[in-house]
């Protein structure tokens, strides 16, 4: 054989080495992205396995945290209403309010309903804004320009 046949043959025989390297690396690739998509699988089953037992037990924390909430108000509403009963025991006891004392805040309110009836209203109402409830912002005007 000449030179120019075995380096024909030697080119031959690594170009189908070479394929058939390449046809095992594309098998083993294959086979390991299908590995790798099985892994993912079971790992996003565990994911929601682990997020439906965390919701069941956050769900279950809420609704005996609102079940403490729910009975702590009902205590406190059963004290005030309490508290109430006891003071209206006591205005009892104290007895109703006097005839002399019924007269004179009536009086009182019949002088004072004429003298703020004779008012001007401009003299009443001032420039500045009544105060607010709650750290309101009073309301900005718009300048004419």
Known sequence: MGVLTRDL??????ILASRSARQTLIHDLERESGDRRTDVSHMLADFSKGLGTIARKTKADCRGSIADLQRTVSDLRTGI?????????????????????TGEL???????????AQERPGDRVSKR?????GG??????????
């Open 9 to 14: 043959t030697r080119l031959r025989n690594e």
């Open 81 to 101: 209403r309490t508290d109430l009963s006891g003071i209206r025991h006591a205005w009892v006891a104290l007895g109703a309010p006097s005839q002399r004392v």
């Open 106 to 116: 009536e009086n009182h309110a019949r002088r004072e309903a004429p003298a703020n």
């Open 129 to 133: 804004s009544p105060e607010l409830v």
């Open 136 to 145: 309101e912002k009073p309301a900005r005007r718009k300048r004419k320009r």
